[in-house]
């Protein structure tokens, strides 16, 4: 985290810390999200801010008396280290590429409609477990009411942008429409100086799907000019086994997460599973992350790793990079 945060927001980011009722909480957030200086430095920690926001109004309106009921909501729970949600128009090939991309069996069938719950499978990139959820499609003539509140829940979407479709570039344009409607917005990069507070911003990673399709090449040629500064679409076919790869790579990236492997003193490290946090994380972080009493008994740390000399004793406030291996002690 950024070390130049002013003393009015630390002071209420730790008066938030004390609440536990959930309108308090989100009032507090709001707060945070207005002392909150907007630069690219704090660009993840604007996120961050916007999302635990928008899940607790989605607690608040759950449990509010009389509220409306989502149209059967499904409760999904949270698997691995990032929620990613496929989104697109119907028929563009979201569930072949939750088929491709995990262990997951969705149905897949050439006509609209076909997903009508969503689908869960589990994608691992680089040692990092990604929950990956195929949703039902987004188009002017139905979208699930529930569907914008997961893709709110989300930290970052793949769009499927159908590259056997004419109508490809109007389509994904209407599911932007759609969900701009609903407040939200799907963009390539986090913009980092957005003072309003309900827009929610997710991160997108555009899948030109279907790259093996007769014609695809020339669709995929429009496809890049139409969308040419707001999503680079890379090619993928779930059919041919294409692409997948960068497209996994991507999805992991735009998670915008590191990985920190930990060691017991006087042990080997364990490089079996990397515990993961936000880029920009700190010392600090990592110990709120492993164990809530670590936050408050953590008394020094030692890394290995970049910028540091081996095994160097740091600070709490110290910045953590990918792959570095921590060693906490606690009092
Ligand atoms: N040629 C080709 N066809 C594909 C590919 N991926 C999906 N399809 C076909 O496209 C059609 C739709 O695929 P789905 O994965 O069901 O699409 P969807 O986006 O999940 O559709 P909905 O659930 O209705 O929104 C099916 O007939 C698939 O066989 C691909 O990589 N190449
Ligand atoms: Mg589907």
Known sequence: MPANLPPQYLKVEDEYRGLTRPGERLEKLREMFRLLPKHKGTEKLQSDLKTKMS??????????????????????PREGAGRIVLV??????????????TNARPTVAPFPFTTRAPQLGILDVEDVPIQLVDLPPVSADFMEPWLPGLIRSADAAILAVDLASDDAADETEAVLALLAGKGIELVEELPYDVEDVEARH?????AATKADAPGAE?????????????FSPLPVSAEAAQGLETLAESAYHSLGLIRIFTKVPGRPTDRSRPFTVPVGSTVLDLAREIHRDLETSLKSARIWGTGVFEGQSVKRDHE?????????HAS
């Open 202 to 206: 997710v991160k997108v990673v555009a």
């Open 320 to 328: 953590l990079h990918d792959r570095d291996v921590v060693e906490l």
């Open 218 to 230: 020339g669709r995929l040629e429009v496809i890049r000019e139409w969308f040419a500064g707001r």
């Open 55 to 76: 899940r607790l109004k989605d607690e608040i309106e759950a449990a509010a008396p009389g509220a409306k009921k989502h149209g059967g909501a499904p409760r999904l």
């Open 88 to 101: 697109g128009p119907p028929n563009s090939g979201k569930s072949a590429l939750l088929a491709a991309l």
